[in-house]
């Protein structure tokens, strides 16, 4: 790789040439959603944020192998060790199977990132499948002496843990000042310290997801899942984990703890965190009633949106800002990211239909060069755009006759358009997205006309065939009176 990347490591805190441990390779992980109800912009954010890292990645020529896990099991209401589980608790009050409301928002989440254009990552582990493999970290844990058990549940030991490594490299919290800090929390008593946080708890009679374990009927911690599938899918040492600067603390600060405590190795090379999405300068979050739904968005039906935003423009918006900034929601810069998206795409359209001159008037071989020095200064979005609109001025000053472009540095120009916009970028034109769906209409009339035919000739095997096949696919078919409809 001749290019030069640098990333900005919450370990080190600060950018970091980036070497993976065995390239081509690169192994990646990224705590995905905890799937309960519809992702908001919150959630769209490390999504795109680590799709952008992925498509740069591979770009470069790295062998990416990408987990994004599915937080489906353990993570409670308030972050903490006590309280209901949010999965749980929708299942209670929805009187559904949790695993009901897993697939539920696992679809709806799925969906949206596709509406996104987020590439899918290789491999996306449900917590709740990796029960077994939490379960056995913990005993390696337990046997390490960095754990203790106390009435069926495990706690991580931070104070044992603490006399021999370094809790708190991540975050830079202060270890005796976190176990000087001793809160009483209410069922929280058999901890030796209010900061130890549970590897597995036992279940309480009313609690529906438990699994067997040596100590308890119960069910794991949060923070475990994410070391287990790590671990399982990348090894005990891997180059990159992600995840929004939320999870800093004490989710990362505690996967790290546990991995050295269970294999003896720091886990990760590099740890990148993505900043907060703000609505009016204060955090977006769904416990805190302020959070837009990305459903919402797209279909405008919000009381905050003055209008509906397309998915694209939700995705240029988010790339318009450095990954580690803040981004402030307002339907002002959402209406401004529109405006400028439209304006970026319609100049690749123009591209594509610019007829070359002899020589050039114009200079393009800088930007090139640009766009990579942006992307390789840890993924740069906001100033690789601002290049690409310097490409945008080029275009529209050759189309409208006042400077004109030679053949080679057009295809230079065209190269930079496909690589950066498209690929890297990965913004696609409405027309793209709508001829997709204009495709699976099509395709889907073409498949319900035959099953159709199938009835009309009593030939009911071929037509249940259709629609168990289609239903594998999520895809039902209701038949009406004039024929069939369908929804996926
Ligand atoms: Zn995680």
Request: with cysteine; net charge negative.
């Amino acid at each position: 790789m001749e290019n030069k990347l640098f990333v900005h490591n919450s370990l080190s805190r600060k950018k970091e040439l980036f070497e993976p441990m065995d390239p081509p390779h690169v192994g990646m992980y990224v705590c995905g959603p905890t799937v309960y109800g519809d992702g908001h912009l919150g959630h769209a954010r490390p999504a795109i944020t680590f799709d952008l890292v992925y498509r740069y990645l591979i770009h470069l020529g790295y062998k990416v192998r990408y987990i994004r896990n599915i937080t489906d099991v353990g993570h409670l209401e308030g972050d903490a060790d006590a309280g209901e589980d949010k999965i749980g608790k929708k299942a209670r009050l929805e009187h559904l199977e949790p695993m009901e409301v897993v697939q539920y928002y696992t679809n709806r989440y799925h969906r949206n990132m596709d509406q996104m254009n987020v590439l899918h990552p290789s491999i996306e582990p449900h917590a709740s499948g990796h029960v077994i493999e939490q379960i056995e970290m913990t005993k390696k844990i337990l046997e390490s002496g960095y754990a203790y058990e106390v009435n069926g549940s495990v706690y991580f030991d931070i104070k044992k843990y603490s006399q021999d490594h370094k809790y708190g490299i991540l975050s830079g919290r202060n270890v005796d000042e976190l176990l000087a800090y001793t809160r009483e929390l209410e069922g929280q008593e058999e901890k030796k310290n209010s900061v130890d946080f549970a590897l597995w708890k036992k279940a309480t009679p009313g609690h529906i997801m438990r699994w067997p374990s040596p100590w308890s009927d119960g069910y794991p911690g949060w923070h475990i899942e994410c070391s287990a599938m790590g671990t399982k899918y990348l090894g005990e040492q891997f180059d990159i984990h992600g995840g929004g600067l939320d999870l800093l603390f004490p989710h990362h600060e505690s996967e790290i703890a546990q991995s050295v405590a269970a294999n003896g190795k720091q886990p990760v090379k590099y740890w990148l965190h993505n900043n907060m999405v703000t609505i009016n300068g204060q955090k977006m979050g769904k416990s805190l009633g302020n959070a837009v739904s990305l459903n919402d968005f797209f279909s405008g039906d919000h009381k905050l949106l003055d209008q509906a935003y397309s998915p694209m423009t939700i995705r240029f918006f988010l790339l318009q800002a450095h990954y580690r900034s803040t981004v402030d929601f307002s339907n002002e810069a959402l209406k401004a990211s529109e405006k400028g998206l439209k304006k970026l795409l319609q100049a690749a359209e123009t591209l594509q239909k610019i007829k070359p001159a002899e020589t050039s008037t114009v200079k393009i071989s800088a930007l090139k060069e640009n766009c990579y020095k942006a992307m390789n200064d840890d993924f740069n979005s906001p100033v690789l755009i601002a290049h690409l609109f310097e490409g945008v001025k080029i275009i529209n000053a050759v189309n409208d006759g006042k400077e004109q472009i030679s053949e080679t540095d057009l295809e230079q120009l065209k190269v930079i358009f496909k690589t950066f916009v498209f690929e890297i970028l990965g913004l696609q034109s409405e027309e793209q997205a709508s001829d997709t769906d204009e495709m699976v209409d099509s395709l889907m009339n073409t498949i319900l006309s035959i099953r159709q035919q199938a009835r009309e000739n009593k030939d009911y095997a071929t037509s249940d065939k259709i629609r168990d096949e289609l239903g594998k696919l999520n895809i039902r078919i209701m038949d009406t009176k004039d024929g069939a409809e369908w929804e996926h």
